[in-house]
């Protein structure tokens, strides 16, 4: 890790997880150096060793803001990331055992292959949820935006679903021959349009308030102490 900091250009340094500044892409850079620069920006940016461009946030990029939020920094697919589940089944019982299909191992991955919609697939009926049906219970709270209440209501149909692009559902092997699964998803497009809906709540209000931002960076954000700031943050978890 090492630290980059240009008084001159920036409000806070950034923190490095990786060999050297030329590992880092230009444009990734541009957008970290904006981030640094934004007001609110809580002691450092921190870049992590993956860390890319994205649209507005670096991919990989870690910002803390002072009672502030950005919606398009938490991103559209909202608490995207890993799971790892240890199992207790040893690797060779799944590789030896033959069923009347074939090896138990290839049972498995077609089943998970044709029971688990991927992409922009879904279930056919709902599944159950219990933090969708306590949102139901208390859809007062989210009443305000009567556009995404009808998400809620579809999310019951991607619940247990995997999303597309890099994310992945793996059965692996640990050091002691013991499988274990690794799940990577995230909030399916419940978490896109409540990104979405949000940034541009966040531009209109930027604009009406004269903010200090610059509308280029891609970088609306909302005070946690507002209405506004608020509502995000009950739908950022209920995305979660």
């Known amino acids: 890790?090492?630290?980059y900091y240009d008084k001159d250009k920036m409000l806070v340094p950034i923190k490095i997880w990786t060999e050297s500044i030329d590992d880092i892409e230009e444009s990734c850079l541009e957008q970290a150096i904006n981030l640094a620069n934004?007001?609110?920006?809580?002691?450092?940016i921190a870049l992590m060793p993956d860390t890319h461009t994205g649209k507005g946030m670096p991919i990989g990029g870690v910002i803390a803001c002072k009672n502030t939020v950005i919606p398009n920094a938490v991103g559209v697919d909202i608490g995207c990331g890993m799971a790892f589940v240890q199992t207790d089944i040893p690797v060779n019982i799944l590789r030896?055992?033959?069923?009347?299909?074939g090896e138990l191992i290839k049972v498995i991955v077609g089943?998970?292959?044709r029971t688990i919609p991927v992409g922009f697939s879904h279930y056919g009926k709902p599944q159950a949820s219990a933090v969708l049906d306590k949102a139901q219970s208390e859809i007062e709270r989210y009443n305000a935006d009567s556009e995404l209440l009808k998400f809620i209501e579809q999310g019951y149909y991607s619940?247990?679903?995997l999303g597309g692009g890099n994310h992945f559902i793996e059965i692996q092997e640990d050091e002691n021959g013991m499988a274990c699964i690794m799940l990577h998803s995230g909030s399916r497009m419940f978490g896109n349009m409540i990104g979405q809906y949000f940034n541009k709540i966040a531009h209109e209000m930027n604009d009406k308030y004269f903010s200090t931002v610059p509308s280029e960076y891609n970088l609306p954000f909302l005070p946690v102490d507002t209405d506004e700031g608020q509502r995000y943050l009950n739908w950022m978890k209920l995305a979660m």
């Open 1 to 3: 890790m090492f630290e």
């Open 38 to 44: 934004l007001p609110f920006a809580h002691d450092h």
């Open 96 to 101: 030896d055992t033959v069923t009347g299909s």
């Open 111 to 113: 089943n998970i292959l």
């Open 159 to 161: 619940v247990g679903s």
